[in-house]
């Protein structure tokens, strides 16, 4: 879930990173699903936190919030602030199908934010990066070859951010509560209609590699779906 997914996320951990060495975590895209969850696991682990998104959102535990028009203009509390950035548009289809200006307005924007002086900065890109839609493992030294716009910029800007020495991890889908309601499984059942959950799981395989208990817990998500008969889900109305 996105909780268990924060470590993976934000690629440095309080012990690498210590309160001496940081006085504030601030997390971009802070509505959004993966960005919640980490602002959340770092607040609780006692970090100071600083949430940064394009509207208000409420935090439990509280953390300062600030609401930016665009993240290139948001400006590190300190010299030591650690960046997690997560601010990025997650719809692979419209920004595939959009022109190669694409790259460069992720890029520059990515540039500005980055030329504002921040001590440390996590990127988190996306394994599309790798090309391919076979759900497989994959390495951080294995060859990369991006298809379509959106895995280009990924590309792009993993590149910025590892020349100035800050870190990148790489996501295929995350599940867990909250997460946004045009996920895999949502396409899936939009597709096909109520599904029993053995085909439900089938299909999602196809696409993603993730655990079969993941796939079941989230279909107790009763915010997206609801069960229609004997061990069968579909979308809730």
Request: proline residues 4%.
């Amino acid at each position: 879930n996105g909780q268990r997914a924060t470590s993976q996320v934000i690629g440095i951990s309080l012990r690498r990173i210590s309160k001496a060495e940081s006085d504030v975590f601030v997390v971009t895209g802070a509505s959004g699903f993966i960005a919640r969850a980490v602002t959340a696991a770092l607040a609780r682990q006692g970090a100071t936190v600083m949430a940064a998104s394009r509207r208000g959102t409420n935090f439990d535990p509280p953390v300062k919030r600030v609401v930016v028009k665009r993240y290139a203009e948001l400006q590190p509390p300190s010299a030591d602030s650690v960046l997690i950035h997560l601010a990025e548009p997650r719809d692979i289809v419209n920004a595939d199908r959009s022109s190669e200006a694409y790259i460069a307005e992720r890029t520059v924007m990515l540039a500005e934010l980055l030329a504002q002086g921040w001590g440390h900065v996590v990127y988190v890109s996306s394994s599309a990066v790798y090309g391919g839609d076979n759900p497989v493992s994959h390495s951080a030294d294995e060859v990369v070859s991006p298809h379509g716009l959106y895995a280009q910029a990924k590309l792009a800007c993993e590149r910025q951010i590892l020349a100035r020495g800050g870190a990148v991890a790489r996501l295929s889908n995350v599940y867990g509560p909250g997460m946004a309601p045009d996920n895999v499984i949502a396409d899936i059942l939009r597709a096909h209609g109520a599904l029993e959950r053995g085909k439900i799981i089938a299909e999602v395989l196809k696409v993603r590699q993730v655990k079969k208990i993941t796939i079941l817990l989230n279909l107790k998500n009763k915010e997206l779906f609801e069960r229609v008969g004997r061990g069968a889900y579909g979308l809730k109305k």
